[in-house]
């Protein structure tokens, strides 16, 4: 068995995706179109996705319940090809999260992260990082990061932080952000374009990240790399699930980098792979050779970074 190029660390949980036309109101229902069940969350998402392009990927997470579940999850990372070291705790059940895709793209989620199982990864075994290109790691795991992080320091390994909106938390960039070399963020919660991605990715820049990656949802995504601006245009799709778009995303750039390619190839192929996942429901993905003929034909507009800034000032003094 080759060693992982990618090591994912995280909670890990199974999933049931459901489908549905839209939400229903309060206190009545809907009718479920489709029903998807995967492993969550987004460092296992990213396993099992690059593994479907034939990267060598290994998954360190928490321990889940010692129930049908858990050995259910394990065996599932097993048939991915995932390699992992499952265990099983009596302590607890395994978790379980239920994601509601609807016509607009939109997911509602439900997620169950209790605090006696994230402190596993606290006793969880590292050693698939000693051969391994790439640690990716999720802010909203916490504190229980940071030994995986420093470990892949120690062993001089790129780190991917998925950060999402916490960048507008000081505290919480100043924690995570200056530890990776590539860090992915959206613009807010809703992942609605309110706030300048460039301001988000400055801000990723000078807590010490390398690579900023901002994703814009349909819209696309900016990504800063040294004096580099990117602006890649998402294709026109029709969203039919958009459950896993962001860790598709992740995947993407993830195989880009992993194969050497230039910052916009992996651009590129990050935006193609998220829009075409949201065609269809779940998360078995599209072949490589399909993702890079809609690469290809993506809008791609590249600026100079002292330019931008620039014109922010001047945005700044208008406003």
Known sequence: MNPPAYVGFGMLTPVAIMVVNQLPEHNTGAIVKEVNEFIFDDAAIIACLLRQWNVPTAMIGTAVGDDLRGHNLADQLKEWGVQSQVRFSKEFKTPLEVDVSDETGARTYFWQRPVDVLNTLDTADLSYLEQARLLYVDWYDGNHILRAMDEAARLKIPIFLNMEYAHADPELLARYAGRAAICQAVTDVAQVDATDPLE??????????ETALVTLAGEGSLVLHEDEILRVRAPQVTAVDGCGA??????????????????????????????????????????????????????????ILSMERESLANRSRKG
């Open 200 to 209: 988000v990715a400055l801000k990723l820049r000078n807590a010490g990240v």
């Open 246 to 303: 962001g860790a598709t995303y992740s995947a993407g750039f993830i195989y880009g980098w992993l194969h050497g390619w230039r910052i916009e190839e992996s651009a590129r192929f990050a935006t193609a792979a998220a829009s075409l996942k949201v065609m269809r429901a779940g998360l078995q993905m599209f072949p490589v050779e399909e993702i890079m003929k809609t690469a290809a034909g993506l809008e791609v507009k590249s600026s």
